[in-house]
C-alpha cells in the first residue's frame, strides 16, 4: 500500500470516530453528557498529550532517517574517488580491485534506487569481504609507496562496505507499523471522544474533516522520510550516477550509470 493510501485510510479512519461519537452524543440524554464531560474532558487531555508527544517523535525519528541517509550517502563519494585513485596509482596489478568497486557501487546504485532494494544485505557483503580478501592476498607491493597505497585501499573498502551494509539495514524498520496503529488507535480515541462533547451540525463535520486531515498528513510525511530513495522527498541518484561513470571510464567498455527511473519530486543530491 502507498503512503497515499495509507494517509487516507488514517484520514477515514478518524474522520468515521468522529462521526460515531457525535452519531452516540445525539442517543444520550443531556444529563449523562453533562455528568460525564469532567471524565471525557480528561481523558482528551490525557490523549491529547500522548498523541502530540509521539507523533513529534515519530516525525522527527523519520527525518532522522532521512538526513542520515543524505549524510551517509554523500560521505561515500569521496570515499569511493579516493580509493579509485589508489588503486590507479598502483598500478595495473589493481584492476581486478577497480573492477570489485566499479560492481560494489553499481550493486549500491541498484540496491537503493533500483529492484533490489529487498535483497538480503549480509550475504552480498560477505562475499565482497571474499573477494576483497582474495584480491588483496593476490598481490605482491615491492615499493614503499605500494604498501602505503594498499594499506588505504584496504581501509577504504571497509569502510564503504559497512557503510552500505549499514545505510540498507537503517532502512529496514526504520518506523514501527506497531507503533503507527497505535497512534491511529489514540487519534481515533481522540476524535470519537470529541464527537460526545460537540453537537452535530455542520461546524462539528468540517472542522472533525479538517483535524483527520491534519492527523493524516502527519502520518503521510513520517511514511514518505521513512522512504528517503522512493518516496516524495527523494534524495537524487545524479550524485551516483556521475561517480559510477568516473570511476567506469573507457576501460571498462564505455558501461553508463543507470537513468533516472522516476520523475518524482527530488530534494538533495547523493554523493
Wanted: with cysteine; charged share 15%.
Amino acid at each position: 500500500m502507498s503512503t497515499i493510501a495509507r494517509a487516507v485510510v488514517v484520514a477515514l479512519t478518524t474522520f468515521a470516530s468522529g462521526l460515531l461519537g457525535l452519531w452516540v452524543q445525539s442517543f444520550l440524554p443531556a444529563q449523562v453528557l453533562s455528568d460525564g464531560k469532567g471524565m471525557v474532558g480528561s481523558i482528551v487531555g490525557l490523549v491529547t498529550l500522548l498523541l502530540a508527544l509521539v507523533l513529534g517523535l515519530l516525525v522527527w525519528t523519520s527525518y532522522g532517517v532521512y538526513t542520515t541517509q543524505v549524510s551517509e550517502s554523500q560521505s561515500l563519494g569521496p570515499v569511493v574517488l579516493q580509493l579509485d585513485f589508489a588503486l590507479d596509482r598502483y598500478g595495473r596489478e589493481a584492476r581486478r580491485g577497480r573492477d570489485l568497486l566499479y560492481q560494489l557501487v553499481l550493486r549500491s546504485r541498484e540496491r537503493f534506487w533500483g529492484v533490489g532494494t529487498s535483497a538480503p544485505v549480509y550475504p552480498q557483503a560477505r562475499q565482497d569481504l571474499h573477494d576483497l580478501a582474495e584480491f588483496f592476498a593476490g598481490l605482491d607491493p615491492v615499493s614503499d609507496e605500494q604498501k602505503q597505497l594498499i594499506g588505504s585501499a584496504r581501509q577504504f573498502f571497509t569502510q564503504i562496505i559497512q557503510t552500505t551494509l549499514l545505510m540498507a539495514r537503517q532502512l529496514a524498520n526504520p518506523v514501527p507499523t506497531a507503533l503507527l496503529m497505535v497512534v491511529v488507535g489514540w487519534a481515533a480515541l481522540l476524535f470519537f471522544c470529541y464527537g460526545i462533547l460537540n453537537a452535530f451540525n455542520v461546524v462539528s463535520v468540517i472542522a472533525e474533516g479538517l483535524g483527520s486531515a491534519a492527523v493524516a498528513s502527519a502520518i503521510f510525511i513520517i511514511l514518505e522520510f521513512s522512504q528517503p530513495y522512493t518516496g516524495l522527498f527523494r534524495i537524487s541518484p545524479v550524485g551516483v550516477d556521475g561517480l559510477i561513470r568516473t570511476i567506469g571510464g573507457p576501460s571498462r567498455g564505455g558501461e553508463q550509470a543507470p537513468d533516472e527511473r522516476s520523475p518524482r519530486h527530488r530534494t538533495s543530491p547523493d554523493v
